[in-house]
């Protein structure tokens, strides 16, 4: 078997739609995405959409650049940043109805509770007169949307946020849960039009944070589809571990025109940081290993259902927020703060844009 002649690095949107057929889609570099975002908007939309979907990003904004000084406002106006963001991406990705009602989608059920392992945070069911942002936002991006009435522990959150994860487990004393990939290789087999993905994960992490291999599909969500494939690097002869996917797609004509369906197969399943450092569409890539017992979210649910919880703290009891960062969770927390709404809005960016946009690396 050989990889794809020309490499076609792995990303969520890695080709996109042209004028003919489908094109590879190069990154977009944006050092504020407002732009990008108001551009795809105008690309899309016309009219009120239009104009509603503008001001949306305009107050998104306006949000964002405030909270930037008000660092006891925080949660909240990040919230309602990406919040005002969210009914963006819904209107540009074909969401049409009424938003002037828009409900948030989410409730903080946990009646004054504050430490994270009693907050209970319930999703609100579908309404025809007023759109749950939340789940419509989940569904619309193409991920398993939350049943009316699922509950979210606010501590089970925090444990599926990649940034500020070793703070949590210092929090918790719990054990390493993400595992770096460290490639994600489109392969191709053009004599029988073939295509499958292959993962190769960070095996000495593994080793060193007591993680075993027979665990390793049934954690990750990949058990489905994907075979674990041993193997060692020819030149330093360092122990690999490859998952590859066990039923390859055959595409009619050109492999492009299918990729997506191997995108779409793994991505509820992958965790992503944005970075400015080059290399793998300046995103890297994590496995989240669901322990037995617990449930595995989305990485944009899982962000904005914290961020909420957060926002609803301080909005509605903001004497107990101080109880929080003066906790066990405290230095979480700060780090979420820092540096989960800009890592957010970049991630809605590109579902917006349907292309992966990364902050340019300063040289």
């Known amino acids: 078997m050989e990889s794809i002649k020309r490499e076609l690095p792995f990303s969520f949107f890695p080709v ?19 732009a990008v975002m108001r551009r795809a908007a105008s690309v899309a939309l016309t009219d009120v959409a239009l104009d509603e979907t503008l001001a949306y990003l305009d107050q998104g904004e306006a949000f964002y650049e405030t909270a930037r000084g008000r660092t006891a406002a925080h ?9 005002n963001v969210g009914k963006a991406v819904l209107r540009t990705r074909g969401f049409t109805v009424p938003l002037e009602r828009a409900h948030h989608g ?24 007023s759109p749950r942002v939340f789940g419509e936002l989940v569904d619309i991006l193409g991920y398993p949307r939350p049943a009316s009435g699922t509950t979210y522990n606010a501590a089970e959150l925090m444990a599926q946020v990649v940034i500020g994860h070793r703070l ?35 095996w000495p992490t593994m080793q060193r944070h007591g993680m075993r291999q027979k665990n390793l599909l049934s954690q990750s969500g990949l058990d489905s589809h994907f075979d674990l494939v041993p193997g060692s690097d020819s030149e330093t002869k360092a122990r690999l571990l490859w998952l590859e996917q066990r039923k ?20 509820p399943l992958l965790w992503r940081i944005v970075s400015a450092v080059p290399g793998s569409a300046y995103r890297r890539y994590y496995l989240y290993l669901a322990p037995p017992g617990t449930v595995r979210v989305s990485q944009i649910e899982a962000t904005w259902a914290f961020m909420y919880y957060l926002g609803s703290v301080v909005r509605y009891r903001p004497h107990r927020f101080h109880e929080i960062t003066n906790g066990p969770y405290g230095p979480f927390v700060d780090e979420f703060i820092s540096v989960q709404a800009e890592q957010l809005l970049y991630l809605l960016a590109s579902e917006m844009c349907r292309r992966e946009i990364a902050r340019p690396a300063i040289i």
């Open 168 to 202: 949590w487990r210092e929090a918790t004393q719990g054990n390493e849960r993400f595992l770096v990939i460290e490639s994600i290789q489109f392969m191709h087999e053009p004599t029988t039009k073939q295509i499958w993905l292959r993962l190769r994960v960070d």
């Open 75 to 83: 949660p909240l106006l990040h919230y309602y940043a990406m919040l």
């Open 16 to 34: 996109g739609k042209g004028k003919r057929r489908y094109e590879v889609f190069d990154i977009e570099f944006a050092s504020s995405p407002w």
């Open 248 to 267: 390859p797609i055959t595409y009619p004509h050109r492999a492009t025109e299918n990729v997506m369906q191997l995108v779409e197969l793994v991505r």
């Open 106 to 129: 989410l409730h903080d059920t946990s009646a004054g509770a504050v430490v994270p392992e009693a907050v209970t945070l319930k999703v609100a069911g579908p309404s025809p007169t």
